[in-house]
């Protein structure tokens, strides 16, 4: 081989080195790019504990045909969390199948009470929504009730967006307005962030039972609780003087 073909050679490979790098670095490079976009950061991201009221062996209340508030309440949940997270909320659920949660190693109606209270400490900076069933003596009344904390100010105010988001979207005839949880919302009395219960629908009225039964009723609902939620934090955003860019 003569000197000069080696050189030529030698040239040629250092290129494809050359090259073959370059192709690594920008597949590298894109590949972080989409990694990226698919899972931004936790950290900026409002964060939502998200709570399906009652579990296991507490069934919440039940429809007259036997229709139990603890499912329907897992179901709307679990829609809720995708809706959110798709909308780049990061979600924390009390719970994700039919169960009471525990607290320091007891079981029981108390013990569940004090794990959801905990995890409202635990997550400070969340936002919680507690999903729930409503039922009354008489059958005629239907439509779902955002109720709200005392502890947090901002509690009413996204009490309220939710509210006229239920009824601007998906119930125009419901009047009913926001209401301070009393004491009978344990979770609503300890929780310190902003925090609200949505009665979602009465299953002591035979037509709402049946509509919240069916997935995209369902849907509808989380869609609407998720629209007020998003412009409580727009407003919120705007009084922080951020603009109105959703999360
Ligand atoms: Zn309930």
Known sequence: MRKTDLFFLRRASMLLLTALCLVIGLRGMSGQGMVATLHPAVEGRPVVLLDAGHGGFDGGAASQDGVLEKDLNLAVAKK??????????????TRTKDEALRYKGKSGKSADLNARAALADQYADAVLISIHMNKFEVAKYSGAQVFYSANHPNSRLLAEAVQTSLREQLQPDNHREIKQGGGGIYL??????????VECGF?????????????????????????GLE???????????QGTATP
């Open 80 to 93: 809720l969390e995708l809706e959110l997270l798709q909308r780049g909320y990061a979600v924390i659920m």
């Open 188 to 197: 609503l009395l300890r929780a310190a962030q902003p925090a609200i219960l």
């Open 203 to 227: 299953l002591s009225n035979p037509q709402e039972t049946a509509q919240l039964q069916q997935p995209a009723y369902q849907q509808q609902l989380v869609e609407a609780i998720a629209n």
């Open 231 to 241: 412009s409580y934090y727009n407003k919120e955003k705007d009084e922080a003087g």
